[in-house]
């Protein structure tokens, strides 16, 4: 995708600055434009936009976004073509180092030096990052080859090389499991999954896809816990863990393998959540928002994996779309929605993002479970509103849409969003 | 470990046999059962929606996957292009289909959607470009 | 080195000890050569400890580590000026948590006035509390040592020793020892021969500054009387944003055998909790574990309550070189021209300043001459730390050299100018990058910057990127695809 709007001259001073140019960044620089703000600059770290969809090649993007099932940098492309009909400024190679309180952005390019500008209103737009080795303290040596999935990932398919030649993948994401697909078809050996919690982190299309379609062992309830290897790794040893997830040593049993790969979840990326001292919610590690993704810092909104983890992009873009049309309105003076309704996460949910809803526009609340649910299952948002599901599973975010006709009468009061199943409420 | 949802080959016979199959229509995950003699389905059982009924009879008869990877690429951003089968492959080739590309090149500029190959290992399918890459001078930013 | 050339000192071991010799020796008119066995310096025992430079109160003056811990904490301070590492003279707050550690700590001050280490103080609880807030209530008093300080240690080893290289002293890398020729019966004053791997070196003096090693490497020379006996000690590194909950180091009361468990704030702001102390076996047994994990965390929240492993970024663990004798091992030995510096624990890093004048006394009474030059530089450029700039300069750094507004890091704000004048100075694997500029500390641990890097890498010395190593040999990252364009020179960039 050609880049046309690498902006000339970096104004002084913008209506909107996006950071970070993924799924989130795009989606919410065109909606701002769309709400009729001027001057947007959008800013990412990589040479081209599009974030890590570009090394996200494989399809199941787009159903809800575009309507067909796309791949992670087709997903890019369409994206990217809505924005470029904008005439947004996009600055590549750029990093967003700093940003204050009272909104001037510090930046970093090669190309253009280092500047400070001021902005009307900031979307965050960062992604995501994974979590390592340390997070979750494997004992063991510290050989190469332990890598995590998604950086193993942009080895493959932007850069064309391999992370080893026989490989095991500890957790059950959804990168995981592409990974395990993809590392086959380039001729390494995926020697198996594995998974600490009883089911599949990641998708059940994709267990069935990329593990399944090519013999790769899911190992639920186990996880590795020692790495062998002075140099490279040269074997790990894994083991089953009791209900308390706590590791069962004397059933451990030892794999030969040249790499360990980690797929062990994402981390909203909140560095500049932290920075500007955002309001953060420890459930998610991203920003408390309003239901138009609105921070507790005015003029600051957040949408996408550095706001809660996300199954979809396309949800992200439609989350996007809602914190990129309010930071237009924000910058261009308007009216801020009402926040007068809480929602807290109640039983079998593990949070719920936004944190505030409005009685005076529509807007979508979604939420994760904890434990799935394979069988009819009621949502509730409070006494306002409740909607029957087929089932629930942790790996797939829930969402609802809320219209301020169903909070009419709940102004002031806090809604707590239940999954249960119906068997249960019945009886 | 998972439940392994696929039965081993079909052999002649009159009497129906049972073929198990996970489907992902939705998160549910129903365990589909698939009655099929002669390699025609019967019956689809286990299903909870109409999507169900369809799933196992395609999963049964025709099973086809989607089919991504990437092939080098000189003169872009990076090393590699991405790539797509243009229409899902018949799940038994897929390997093959993949395995066909190694030492593809690809020369920049890339088109979005371009065909790089027709008929790739015999299936009948064409392989596109699922991202554009400008030429170099292209790239080069304006400021 | 295959010819005939005969070094005046070969230095085996690149840690703290060695190369604060060999940057000592380089102001002589002097042939020295400093053998590493990693593929770079400062990638053994120096690497992974606490990275303090201790108050010099702790230990007994009766004992050699005693007698050289002052002199080098003061020597690590104008290394420090004189080269530009990082280090923080942060002060260490020794905590009593009863009645009988108030006694005991008193004991450990006097014993620090007595060794002439001023300011030391005496806190009470109040005044402790006062300083640092988040220390337990329980706390009953505190003495209050200001000269402690905080570094890099691996930073500071290798700028010393590229200090040396500047100097004329020549450091070859992935050189290990494995054979010493016994001496020559013919004729005594024969140069001693060191073969490695790969080379064959001959010196008048062999200084053993092997680390773990050194017992081993004194067994080559024929006169092994010791054995190292590794303890190694887990530390746990916390995320930033816990920077600041304590601003000094603190010291539990330490039992007879071990200083315990320390909670400390490094000099890039991340707080560090350990380390543990455990004698194995295994000279290479740099593992973590979860009973380490346990016992670090809950000796810490014993001083800092609000300490959680829910923060741990990084852990690691290392090894120090205890010897059986349980203080340093310096001196000549019998065999001829051979100098052990072996043994060299806690505060061995504190003390490798002075250790390293001591050497060169000690190997100026055995014979070498040493003849001052009359041009030595005690200075090196120092490395830009750009994260530590206020934005103008950081703005006229990258008007000059636009890599210095190329983050490569953006956890640790890392710039590629950075990286590169790493690479100048002799960094040349992933983990000499990572220690020399952090790249890859922070919280990402890598997941975005690792490519940059290895291309730098690959880039500089003209490697493919399945060249790129994470620490030397067999330490390798990715490989090719079996369809890889023949390699001709590709240098990923």
Redesign the interface.
Known sequence: MPITSQPRHLLSRYDVTVVGAGPAGLSAAVAAREQGAERILMVDRDPEPGGILLQCIHSGFGLHEFKQDVTGPEYAHLALERVIEQDVDVLTNTYVTDVTRDLRVKLMSPEAGISTLDTGSLVIATGARERTRAAIKIPGERPAGVMTAGLAQKMVNLHGYLPGRRAVILGSGDIGLIMARRLTLEGVQVLGVFELLPFASGLGRNVVQCLQDFDIPLHLSTTVVDIHGHQRVERIAVAPVDDDLVPQLDKSWDIECDTLLLSIGLIPDAELARQLQLNLDPRTGGPVVTSTMETSLPGVFAAGNNLHINDLADWVSQEARAAGAAAGDVALGRHRARQDVTVTPGRNVAYVVPHTLSTERSQTVSFRVKQPIYGDTMLHLGDAHKRKVRAVVPPEMVTMKVSPKLLDGFAGDTLRVDAIPVEEEES | ??E???APDQHAGDEAETFVY?C?S????CRLEVDAMDGDVIEVRGH??KRGIKYGTQEHSDPR??V???V?LHGG????L?V?AAEPVP?AQ??EF??SL??L?VEAPVA?GAVLATDVAGTGIDLIA???I?AER??E??? | MGDDRVWDVLIIGGGAVGATLARALSRFHLDVALLEWQAEVAFGVSKANSGIVHSAMHASPDTLKGKLEYPGNLGWRQLHDELGFGLNNVGEVLVALDDEQLVRIEEIRQQGIRKGIPGTQAWTAERTLDAQPNLTREVKGAVWAPTACVFNPYEAVMLVADAARRNGVTIAEEQRVVGIDPPDAEDPDAPLTVRTETDVWRGRFVVNAAGLFADDIAEFAGVRDFKILPRKGEEYLLDKRLSGIVTSIIFPCPSPISKGTLVNPTVDGTIMVGPTAQTVDDKFDTSTTEEGAAQVFTNARKLVPTISERDIIAEFAGLRPVSDTEDFIVGPTDRRGFINAAGIQSPGLTGAPALADLLVDILADEGLELDEKDHWDPTAPHPVKFNQLPTEEQQALARRDPRYAHLICRCEIITEAEVRDAMDRGAHTLDGLKFRTRVGMGRCQGGFCTWGCMQLLAEHQGITIPEVTKRGTGTWIVCDRDDHPVTTARNGG
């Open positions: 470990m998972t392994r949802t696929r996970l992902t939705c998160p549910l995950g909870s929606c996957r989607a991504s990877t990437t080098w951003p990076c090393e590699r991405p797509r799940k897929v390997r993949v395995r190694s030492g090149v979005f699922t991202r554009e400008v292209e790239r930013p304006v400021g």
